[in-house]
């Protein structure tokens, strides 16, 4: 089992839909949580972490945690051609400093 | 703005060359790493450094070395390049109890011949 696990997609949305991106964890004592975007060629960019049970809201992204069952999520309201991209899950376990483990990422298509 | 930038955005060495990767923050981040990142692998770290002169290894890190001389700067060094070293090499850095979020330079896309 893979410590985080991302279906891989490619998952596809009509523009203006709601994207739901998913991301398992196996170490339970885990700590906190990041979602990346990844465009085509570039580096990796912040779009918002969680530590917290529960959901965050931040613009049209919001951000679900349940440490219960292991699972983090994104939901992109509103989605845009612009949204088009791989998606990075990456997760602090317990006990390893400030290093994260990454997910291999879920690659977002946003159909006109 | 946190600044992160790499030495080079692409490169071509020849196996069994030494290669330098270059890594400069400007945020006074503790923290640095470097990462490859092939497809269906996705993000693997090679090596982390927490302090100057400090390092510890990652996942990857044979074939590798770093140096962290200045706190802003950290290098990886492909001591004889191979083949199988081909791959997106991307630097981030952090502060620790930030949260540990880690922010990325560009990246190096290096190709070894």
């Known amino acids: 089992q893979k410590e985080v696990e991302q279906n891989s997609g490619p998952l596809s949305v009509p523009e203006g839909a709601i994207a739901s991106l998913n991301c398992t964890y196996s170490d339970r004592g885990s700590q906190s949580f990041f979602w990346y975007r990844q465009y085509s060629g570039k580096s990796p960019e912040l779009i918002m972490f969680?530590?917290?049970?529960g959901d965050k809201e931040d613009g049209r992204f919001t951000a679900q945690l349940n440490k219960a069952s292991q699972y983090v999520s994104l939901l992109i309201r509103d989605s845009q051609p612009s949204d088009s991209a791989t998606y990075l899950c990456?997760?602090?376990?317990?006990?390893?400093?400030?290093?994260?483990?990454f997910g291999t990422g879920t690659r977002l298509q946003v159909t006109l | 703005d946190v600044k992160v930038t790499q030495s080079s955005r692409y490169l071509v060495k020849r196996t069994g060359e030494k290669v330098f990767l270059e890594c400069v923050q400007d945020?006074?981040?503790?923290?640095m790493f470097w990462y490859r990142q092939d497809p269906g692998l996705g993000l693997r770290l090679i090596y982390f450094s927490y302090d100057v002169k400090m390092k510890e290894k990652g996942d990857i890190p044979e074939g590798y070395s770093v140096s962290r001389e200045k706190k802003e700067r950290f290098s990886l060094i492909l001591e004889s390049a191979s083949t199988n070293q081909t791959s997106m090499y991307l630097c981030?850095?952090?502060?620790?109890?930030?949260?540990?979020?880690?922010?990325f330079g560009p990246g190096t896309r290096l190709t070894v011949l």
């Open positions: 945020m006074d981040h503790e923290n």
């Open positions: 969680i530590y917290s049970n």
């Open positions: 981030a850095s952090s502060l620790p109890f930030d949260g540990d979020t880690q922010y």
């Open positions: 990456a997760v602090k376990k317990t006990g390893t400093a400030s290093k994260l483990t």
